[in-house]
């Protein structure tokens, strides 16, 4: 089934080490978006690639930073990990802004 | 430090009961709405969309209501189920401004109990 994908579903790294999550997709949507979700709270906007343009919401710590090497994958950086970016952080897709949204099922950050 | 959650406010109601979920959005500029529904340790789950031409939308046992003059959103659940317990999250979108595609802001999120 065409899905968006996660890896790793919880990932557990120590203060101030990089950390990367990543995300993939099958639908060949052409936006990707980040966003980090924290305990009780609603998810939040990080930045998002339009095909290859990166656009970054602004009050988004320069600690976080992404990559897309192609259509199907993006990564989410953390450069230097603190204990208030624990979180679960979600990637969602869509074909454009006329459609839809489709979100992975996050990936669980515990730091350390 | 340590940040703290927020707690989100809580709907109880009885199995079979109907349910009404609601949502004050922010932007008077926003052109499109989705209710989502997002159980614990998942991501999101699409429920039902509306635009903002509508102010009324039906789906399976859910149906959507806009305001937009008093910026106001709400979900109706009929007949719920237990597997209708979850937290559900309003989310808006800006119209779209020529720069590309925008992301979603999402409401604060309301938990819904079903009490057997």
């Known amino acids: 089934d065409a899905m968006v994908i996660q890896n790793p579903r919880y990932q557990v790294t120590q203060f101030g080490k990089p950390v990367t999550l990543s995300c993939s997709q099958t639908l060949n949507h052409n936006v990707m978006y980040w966003y980090q979700q924290k305990s009780s709270q609603a998810p939040k906007l990080l930045f998002h690639y339009y095909d290859k343009d990166f656009n970054n919401e602004a009050d988004t710590p320069d600690n976080f930073q992404s990559r897309r090497p192609n259509t199907s994958f993006c990564f989410l950086d953390i450069r230097s990990p603190g204990l208030g970016d624990a979180a679960m952080y979600l990637c969602a897709t869509s074909r454009g802004h006329s459609a839809g949204y489709t979100f992975g099922s996050g990936t669980r950050l515990t730091v350390v | 430090g340590e940040s703290v959650g927020l707690h989100l406010p809580t709907l109880s109601v009885q199995e079979g009961d109907n349910s009404i979920i609601n949502c004050a959005y922010s932007?008077?500029?926003?052109?499109?709405f989705i209710w989502y529904k997002q159980e614990s340790g998942k991501g999101p789950q699409f429920i039902i969309d509306i635009r903002s031409n509508m102010d009324k939308r039906q789906g399976q046992r859910v149906t959507v209501l806009l305001n937009k003059t008093v910026k106001h959103l709400s979900l109706q659940i009929a007949a719920t189920q237990p597997g209708d317990s979850a937290v559900y999250f309003c989310?808006?979108?800006?119209?779209?401004?020529?720069?590309?595609?925008?992301?979603?802001?999402f409401g604060k999120g309301t938990h819904l109990i079903i009490q057997p």
């Open positions: 932007n008077s500029a926003s052109d499109y």
């Open positions: 989310a808006e979108r800006l119209s779209y401004s020529g720069g590309g595609a925008d992301g979603l802001t």
